[in-house]
């Protein structure tokens, strides 16, 4: 199957973050940071929508496969881009969702975890791959494969490295086939992922 990787258009957001919910909604990582199974799918679908809006999809940064042009999406990247990403008034929009999806109760240990990720990002300028999901229709067929290539791509034009959290054993060997290098576990509690640097392919 050809793969065409495009930029997701702003009214896809509901498309990809229901992609993004039914994919990862299982991942231990996923699980610490919003836990329970009550309404679950829709709190994903909910807390991913606000995530994509808060800067990477006006940001132009979320990448798509389709089987075609235009077509129905099989993946999704969420690239967010070095810089100040969007304004905050946006952000404080999206965060009233992202606030129903954790719950008021477990809100204080989710800060705090990603106050975690976020120290043990790199401080020099780089590119950031939050997330990466396969439809399950697709999986095998070199859908995140394609995406990666395509992400990656822009981010050797631009000279910089790229960051990432692998949660999972198999997603470790597979960025690792594509230059990134694993260089120590994310200090989080429950299951910890593996932070992972890849330099650009010029240097």
Same mark, same amino acid.
């Given at each position: 199957?050809?793969?065409?990787?495009?930029? #997701?258009?702003?009214?896809? !957001?509901? #498309?990809?973050?229901?992609?993004?919910?039914?994919?990862?909604?299982?991942?231990?990582?996923?699980?610490?940071?919003?836990?329970?199974?009550?309404?679950?799918?829709?709190?994903?679908?909910?807390?991913?929508?606000?995530?994509?809006?808060?800067?990477?999809?006006?940001?132009?940064?979320?990448?798509?496969?389709?089987?075609?042009?235009?077509?129905?999406?099989?993946?999704?990247?969420?690239?967010?881009?070095?810089?100040?990403?969007?304004?905050?008034?946006?952000?404080?929009?999206?965060?009233?969702?992202?606030?129903?999806?954790?719950?008021?109760?477990?809100?204080?240990?989710?800060?705090?975890?990603?106050? +975690?990720?976020?120290?043990?990002?790199?401080?020099?300028?780089?590119?950031?791959?939050?997330?990466?999901?396969?439809?399950?229709?697709?999986?095998?067929?070199?859908?995140? @494969?394609?995406?990666?290539?395509?992400?990656?791509? +822009?981010?050797?034009?631009?000279?910089?490295?790229?960051?990432?959290?692998?949660?999972?054993?198999? @997603?470790?060997?597979?960025?690792? +086939?594509?230059?990134?290098? !694993?260089?120590?576990?994310?200090?989080?509690?429950?299951?910890?992922?593996?932070?992972?640097?890849?330099?650009?392919?010029?240097?």
């Amino acid at each position: 199957m050809s793969v065409v990787v495009e930029t #997701a258009r702003p009214d896809e !957001a509901a #498309a990809c973050a229901r992609l993004l919910a039914d994919a990862l909604g299982d991942d231990p990582v996923i699980r610490a940071m919003v836990p329970g199974d009550r309404d679950r799918t829709a709190r994903l679908v909910a807390m991913h929508v606000a995530q994509l809006r808060s800067g990477p999809l006006p940001g132009g940064s979320v990448d798509v496969a389709r089987a075609e042009p235009g077509g129905p999406v099989l993946g999704v990247a969420v690239w967010h881009a070095p810089g100040p990403g969007a304004p905050l008034g946006e952000r404080l929009r999206q965060l009233p969702a992202v606030v129903r999806a954790i719950g008021l109760r477990h809100l204080p240990t989710a800060a705090a975890q990603m106050a +975690r990720y976020e120290r043990h990002r790199p401080r020099r300028p780089h590119w950031y791959l939050e997330e990466i999901a396969v439809g399950p229709d697709a999986r095998g067929l070199g859908v995140g @494969s394609a995406l990666l290539r395509h992400g990656l791509a +822009r981010v050797d034009a631009a000279g910089l490295p790229a960051y990432l959290e692998a949660t999972t054993d198999a @997603s470790r060997r597979l960025y690792e +086939r594509f230059g990134f290098v !694993a260089t120590g576990p994310v200090p989080v509690r429950g299951p910890r992922p593996w932070a992972m640097l890849r330099e650009p392919a010029a240097a």
